[in-house]
Each structure stands twice: as structure tokens, then as C-alpha cells.
């Protein structure tokens, strides 16, 4: 997408209708109860987010893949892993990571050697800037992990340790600086493992699918409670699963991706949580091609699946901002393109890792609004990232709907700085309710409402937005055009 700025042309017309005295008194009568005051804007502004120019920041001899990123919120460093001549056709496989120290890149440093291959690497850092990786030794089958104290990186520990071929672990790191981990075995039943580093040792793996069906390609994220949430690809169903850890058991696996079709796979899932502690989740989905769907639960039930992309996405990915806004990424004709979701539309994808190829991306947000991306693109790992400052609200705002008048349809566009919740009611002249809309939560940004007045009468009416604790009202005047 490219930078600047998009106009909506108000083009306000004049309402030639006479009005009564009555009338302006009701008017005045309805006004005064709802606090309101018209509102009147002539554009309505959009930052659009501006990515920086993509780097190769592995430049190795030998081909590196699967790139993951972190980002240590105490200093700004951003950290990449990845794995180096995984296929062990060179100098022998590694797991190799790079910093971004905000002023250039650092490394990589080999963070370890792999006995026959090395792959799936995954980085997370915890609160004292340490940094924890881990990754699968394709030849035995074990799930390695080791961590940077900030002078060296500590000898690699089996995590896995137990019969059988494990692979694709992922991590993720709670408010306490505890490490919790997930990875599939892979056999004909292979199922979803878990385990869990308490700042000492780690604890005995836990078979925590546990069933005759094979599952694969775990993720994990993890609340403000410290309980994980995980989602995974079922074989049974071919669809994605998902379940979290209440403190004292794991809760009833839920469907999440089901949709009535008769053929197609969903996999490769990725979840994220929002400040509610509410989950989110990307997938694969794979039916007439590969396309990314997102679904996400709202403190009720799940949502219906939607694209996230109009065509493509292989490997989707998926982070959210403070502001609760989801950001996604996916593999779509050989690029890495991005889009970003605020509860009420998606935004216009765009192509980041132009002109190299990409795919296998990963995302990440740090405290400062930036967002970082890394891909795979011919066997390097590329970088780039963007500020969405820019793209949030100041503060809340509800802008004259339009057109007004009106003839059936009328949009009111308003504008949010935080998640909120949102609700949008209708009143006639007589300050009776003639529709209303509750929105739920939505998170920041800006949105356009429209509000259908079909079987409504010509008039004035008036319009009332609440979010949380802000109110606002405005004036629409709808007229019916003479039907020739």
C-alpha cells in the first residue's frame, strides 16, 4: 500500500423541504435529551502503513528457512532464528540467530549444531531480556532448547526426551518469565505434547491430545493468567482444534474451522491473544488452491471463519497490538503480503517483500507500535518492518453520516483509540428508538457504519453512538425520491 492520505468528498446537499416550527422544536426537544451536537467534516484521514525497503539479514553460503522473531520490550531488540543448511548438504546444519540492536543488525550467532538436520526453530524473550530458543533435531527426533544470558548461549537441553519422533515445537513465555511449550510427535497417532520451564528445570512432557486420531502443527499463546491456549491441525477432521488450561485441566477440544464443504484440509495454525484474553486464530486452508482464514472468540462463542485474504495465503501468520488490532501475514504468489484487521473490515493487503520472494512469515509487535516481519525468500531470511502510530485514532470521534440527506442509506463513520465497545441507536423526531445496533468490541481505528432506512419514512432523524463511556449524536435527514 502506498503512503498518504485517502479522501471521503462530503458533498453536503441542501435540504429543500420546509420545515415547521413544530418541528424545529421537536427537533431542539431531541437534541437537548441526547446530548447531542451535529458534528460536520469534510474528509476523513488515513495513514497507510509504509514498510521499510526488505534486507537479507542471514547472508549465509548455505540455504537458511524457517525464520521466527521476538522482540525484547525492555531494550527494543528485535531477535530472528532461523535454521542453516538444514538439509546437512554443507557444512551441517545450525540454528543460527540475529539481533537488531535498533541501529544495525548483529550476527547471526550459532546458537547450536545439529546432529543430521535442524529445523522449526522458535524464539521468544523473556521480561530480563533473555532469550530462549528452540528447534527440532531432525535426525533423533528431540525437541532442543537453549538460552542467551546475555554473554552466552547455555548447552542445548532435551526438552522432548522420551520415545518417539517429535517435531515443530513453539513457545511462548508468560508474566512470570515461564516457558511453555508445545510440539506434535509424529506418527500414525501422534499427538499434541506439552512442557513447561519454571525458571529451574523443565517438566515431564504431556501427552495433552491423547487420542487415536494424528494431530500436528501445534501453537501456543498464553493469557494474563499464565494458562496456555493451543490450537492444532486434527487429521480426523481435518480441521483445527483448540483448547487452554484452565489452572487445573485442559478444557473440551473445540472445532473452530469447520465449514460445509465437502473436500479440503485446514492446517498450520497460529494464535494470538487480545487484551481481553480472547483468542485469535489464522490457518491454511486448503481446498481449489490455498487461501488464509481467521476466526476469533469474543468471550461467547467463536466467530463464523472468514478469508483474510481475497485470494491465496499459504503459512498464514498473526500478531495484535495493544490496540487490539490483528495483523496477518501469508505467502500469496511466491510474495509475503500483509493485512491488518479492526474488528469491522480488513484492510487493502499489501505486498511487503517486493521485489524478492517470500514466504513462511512471522510476525511481531513491540511497545512501541512497530511491527516486525521475516520471511524465507530463496534460501535467505529477509526483514522489514512498519510503525502503525499513524493508522490509530487520537481520540474518539463521530463524524456527520453521508450522504445527508439521504435517500434509503445513510454511513456513519466514527473513530476509535482504544478497543470499545460500541453501540449505535436510531431515534425519530419523537425521541422514540427506531433501531438499534450493538456492535460488541471493536478495536481501534476507523470504520464506516451504514444503516439501511428501506421501510423507514422520509423525516429527520437522529443517531446516538456510544463507546464505553463517550457519547456522541448527529442529525440525518432522509428524503424519498418521486418514483417516474
Known amino acids: 500500500m502506498h503512503s498518504g492520505i485517502y479522501f471521503i468528498d462530503l458533498k453536503y446537499l441542501l435540504y429543500k423541504g420546509r420545515q415547521t416550527d413544530s418541528l424545529k422544536m421537536r427537533e431542539r426537544n431531541v437534541m437537548k435529551r441526547l446530548g447531542c451536537k451535529v458534528i460536520m467534516m469534510l474528509f476523513i484521514s488515513v495513514s497507510a502503513l509504509a514498510w521499510t525497503k526488505p534486507i537479507n539479514i542471514s547472508n549465509t553460503e548455505e540455504p537458511s528457512n524457517w525464520p521466527s522473531i521476538a522482540v525484547d520490550n525492555k531494550s527494543g531488540n528485535v531477535y530472528v532464528v532461523w535454521a542453516d543448511d538444514w538439509r546437512a548438504e554443507y557444512t551441517g546444519p545450525k540454528i543460527l540467530c540475529a539481533c537488531w540492536d535498533e541501529d544495525s543488525w548483529q550476527g547471526p550467532l550459532k546458537v547450536a549444531d545439529g546432529s543430521y538436520g535442524a529445523g522449526y526453530p ?34 542445548s537441553f532435551n526438552v522432548s526426551n522420551k520415545p518417539g519422533e517429535d517435531y515443530c515445537p513453539r513457545m511462548v513465555v508468560d508474566h512470570k518469565n515461564h516457558i511453555h511449550m508445545v510440539w506434535h510427535e509424529y506418527s500414525d497417532f501422534g499427538d499434541i505434547w506439552y512442557s513447561f520451564y519454571n525458571g529451574s528445570e523443565w517438566s515431564t512432557p504431556q501427552n495433552i491430545t491423547n487420542d487415536s486420531v494424528e494431530s500436528a502443527w501445534a501453537d501456543i499463546a498464553v493469557d494474563s493468567k499464565g494458562h496456555p491456549h493451543v490450537v492444532w491441525m486434527d487429521y480426523g477432521d481435518m480441521d483445527i482444534h483448540y483448547f487452554y488450561y484452565n489452572g487445573s485441566a485442559w478444557s473440551t477440544p473445540v472445532n473452530i474451522s469447520y465449514m460445509d464443504q465437502p473436500y479440503g484440509q485446514s492446517g498450520f495454525p497460529r494464535i494470538a491473544l487480545d487484551s481481553k484474553d480472547h483468542p485469535h486464530v489464522v490457518w491454511e486452508e486448503r481446498y481449489e488452491g490455498y487461501r488464509s482464514y481467521y476466526a476469533f472468540y469474543n468471550g461467547s462463542r467463536w466467530s463464523s471463519p472468514c478469508k483474510a485474504f481475497t485470494e491465496g495465503g499459504l503459512e498464514p501468520t498473526i500478531a495484535i497490538d495493544s490496540h487490539d488490532l490483528v495483523h496477518v501475514a501469508a505467502k500469496i504468489n511466491k510474495r509475503t503480503w500483509y493485512t491488518s484487521f479492526n474488528g469491522f473490515e480488513w484492510s487493502i493487503p499489501v505486498d511487503i517483500s517486493s521485489p524478492q520472494r517470500g514466504g513462511r512469515p512471522k510476525l511481531c509487535m513491540d511497545k512501541r507500535e512497530w511491527i516486525h516481519a521475516v520471511w524465507a525468500s530463496r534460501d535467505e531470511i529477509h526483514y522489514a518492518r512498519d510503525s502503525i502510530v499513524d493508522t490509530i485514532p487520537h481520540q474518539y470521534k463521530v463524524n456527520e453520516s453521508f450522504p445527508n440527506p ?20 436510531i431515534y425519530d423526531t419523537l425521541g422514540r428508538e427506531v433501531k438499534r445496533f450493538d456492535l460488541g468490541l471493536q478495536s481501534a481505528g476507523y470504520y464506516n457504519f451504514p444503516v439501511n432506512f428501506e421501510e423507514m419514512g422520509a423525516g429527520v432523524y437522529f443517531y446516538r453512538l456510544v463507546a464505553d463511556e463517550f457519547t456522541a449524536s448527529g442529525k440525518m435527514v432522509m428524503f424519498r425520491k418521486e418514483r417516474g
Not at 524464539?123 to 525437541?143: A, F, N, P, Q, Y
Request: with cysteine.
Open 122 to 155: 522458535d524464539v521468544v524473550v523473556d521480561t530480563l531480556g533473555r532469550v530462549h530458543v528452540c528447534w527440532s533435531e531432525l535426525g533423533t527426533g528431540e525437541i532442543h532448547w537453549s538460552f542467551f544470558d546475555g554473554n552466552s548461549w547455555s548447552i
Open 406 to 425: 439521504f435517500n434509503s442509506e445513510a454511513t456513519i463513520s466514527y473513530e476509535l483509540p482504544k478497543t470499545s465497545y460500541v453501540t449505535i441507536t
